[in-house]
């Protein structure tokens, strides 16, 4: 439990970062501070990351559970008809590449059959 309330929260810190590293970076000591930060995270000592867990990610999920719930269950109904959509599309895909490769080769091998046969027609002796 410990080592998810800490993903969870750096995760969280990172997708910060992404703003905070434009706007603060000419700072001096940002970056010092920025690891001393990920340090106190980390620490068993000061357990920093169950700390703001349990202060601030755990209340606001609990808050709006309902909501994740919701989204997650949309989230579900759609990729899974993305997916059958996908798989329709391949197989109609595939199924028309399959009777195009079909069709030329068809052709193909009739010229070939054609030019074997009048190979061999001309090669035959004159029986006259």
Known sequence: ???MMY???FALFMAAETFTDLL???FPFYYEVKMAF???LLSPYTR???LLYRRFVHPTLARREKDIDAFL???QERSYEAALRFGKRSLSLAA???VQAAT???DVLAGRLRSFSMQDLHSLPDQG
């Open 24 to 26: 603060l970076s000419w």
């Open 7 to 9: 993903w969870i929260v």
């Open 73 to 75: 269950a949309r989230a």
């Open 48 to 50: 920093g990351a169950s």
């Open 38 to 40: 990920v340090v106190w």
């Open 1 to 3: 439990v410990r080592w």
């Open 104 to 106: 030329k080769s068809q």
């Open 96 to 98: 028309t590449a399959a």
